[in-house]
């Protein structure tokens, strides 16, 4: 991996050193090595199938990786069992790609979902009021706590998506393509929410995206993830001069093909 120069005086909130996963012979992960600081925002950024959302279920233990390692604040995250593992999670919020947001529960019910069952149990009065309250936060009207997901526009799911992510308050918070199926105007008002968001809320940020203007947006550094391993990672503001051909080849949209033909 080339890491551009960069200050980060944080300590580590999630470090990956060396991971690897394959299913059955494609080889996804050949050796991540990323370092996410505390309170920072990286965005990971690569072509489709390149391991990018493999990355972050490696990290939520969703997918067990073949090898390597992953910590979280310190803690080794591929040993964490029982209630150790319960602790790990709640550090975590989560935007899905495709909003995947319950249809049979209504809007509230939905951003607050996990402040409804585990060791974050409420009362549910106490619930309506903490989801109501995100979604204010997200532009949303307390009357669109007691509608369907299915009455809502793309937009509005997005945004309930967001105060869920958020609901529990979470130390880190992925996102999942944030801005695929909007147009540019909701594209800008969900970047914006976010990079305001985490800065609010001091969450460390890790996101995975295609769209370039989302990246400028809410990035403090970026991962390029190429062939299953890191290429290069800097801050946002050296993507256009990183000195990188494969950067250089997903930043211009070029085709993909020998890398010699894009430097």
Not at 94 to 122: P, T, Y
Not at 153 to 167: D, P
Not at 175 to 183: N, W
Request: proline fraction near 5%; hydrophobic fraction near 45%; charge should be neutral.
């Amino acid at each position: 991996m080339t890491d551009a120069p960069a200050t980060r005086t944080a300590p580590a909130k999630i470090t990956m050193t060396g991971v690897t996963k394959s299913f059955g012979s494609k080889h996804v992960l050949r050796g991540v090595d990323l370092e996410v600081a505390r309170g920072e925002s990286v965005v990971v950024i690569g072509g489709s199938g390149t391991g990018k959302s493999v990355t972050l279920k490696c990290i939520l233990g969703l997918i067990t990786p073949d090898a390597g390692a992953i910590s979280v604040d310190g803690t080794d995250a591929l040993r964490a069992r029982g209630k150790a593992r319960e602790a790990l999670l709640d550090k975590f919020g989560m935007l899905f790609q495709g909003g995947a947001l319950f249809d049979s529960l209504l809007v509230w019910e939905n951003v607050a979902f996990r402040l409804m069952q585990g060791a974050r149990k409420k009362p549910k009065a106490e619930a309506r009021e903490i989801a109501i309250e995100k979604l204010r936060r997200v532009g949303l009207k307390p009357d669109t706590a007691d509608l369907y997901p299915a009455e809502l526009s793309g937009g509005m799911q997005k945004r309930v998506g967001l105060a869920r992510a958020i609901a529990a308050d979470p130390e880190i918070i992925f996102f999942d393509e944030p801005t695929t199926g909007l147009d540019p105007i909701m594209a800008d008002v969900i970047n914006d929410l976010i990079r305001e968001i985490v800065t609010e809320m001091g969450a460390t940020a890790m996101t995975i995206t295609h769209d370039m203007t989302s990246v400028r947006r809410i990035a403090d550094r970026v991962a390029m993830l190429h062939d299953g391993v890191i290429k290069w990672c800097g801050p946002v503001g050296q993507i256009d001069d990183s000195g990188n051909p494969y950067v250089h080849q997903f930043v211009n949209g070029l085709p993909e093909g020998p890398i010699e033909a894009v430097r």
